[in-house]
């Protein structure tokens, strides 16, 4: 039996505390992304996520997209680890009293 969580919600959740990518489903492509935050908006839950490739291919530049979680299709966690992105901004006006859970800096 696999310790990895099972249904999109954990596994974002886990993928977003271990800072691991996860491998998914968004309009008809397949993706690679790096979850930085999971947060509500008008009772819907979204995770911001940088895009680490869409079909095999690399973005041509790193960007922070949201994402509307019914919208990912079968997330599963990847080994891949991935670091923090200098544009994930924690003290966003978006994100205030709305985070979920969300990246952390490791402790030095």
Same mark, same amino acid.
């Given at each position: 039996? =696999? *310790?990895?969580? =099972?249904?999109?919600?954990?596994?974002?959740?886990?993928?977003?505390?271990?800072?691991?990518?996860?491998?998914?489903?968004?309009?008809? *492509?397949?993706?690679?992304?790096?979850?930085?935050?999971?947060?509500?908006?008008?009772?819907?839950?979204?995770? *911001?996520?940088? @895009?680490?490739?869409?079909?095999?291919?690399?973005?041509?530049?790193?960007?922070?997209? =949201?994402?509307?979680?019914?919208?990912?299709? *079968?997330?599963?966690?990847?080994?891949?680890?991935?670091?923090?992105s200098g544009l994930y901004e924690p003290e966003a006006e978006r994100y205030v009293?709305? @985070?979920l859970v969300a990246v952390e800096p490791a402790a030095a």
């Amino acid at each position: 039996m =696999s *310790d990895d969580p =099972s249904g999109p919600v954990p596994t974002l959740f886990a993928a977003i505390v271990k800072q691991l990518c996860v491998n998914a489903t968004y309009n008809r *492509d397949k993706i690679v992304l790096a979850p930085h935050v999971a947060y509500t908006r008008h009772g819907e839950l979204y995770v *911001d996520a940088i @895009t680490v490739a869409r079909n095999g291919m690399l973005p041509r530049e790193e960007k922070l997209g =949201s994402f509307k979680v019914t919208g990912l299709g *079968d997330p599963k966690l990847t080994g891949r680890a991935f670091t923090i992105s200098g544009l994930y901004e924690p003290e966003a006006e978006r994100y205030v009293g709305c @985070t979920l859970v969300a990246v952390e800096p490791a402790a030095a």
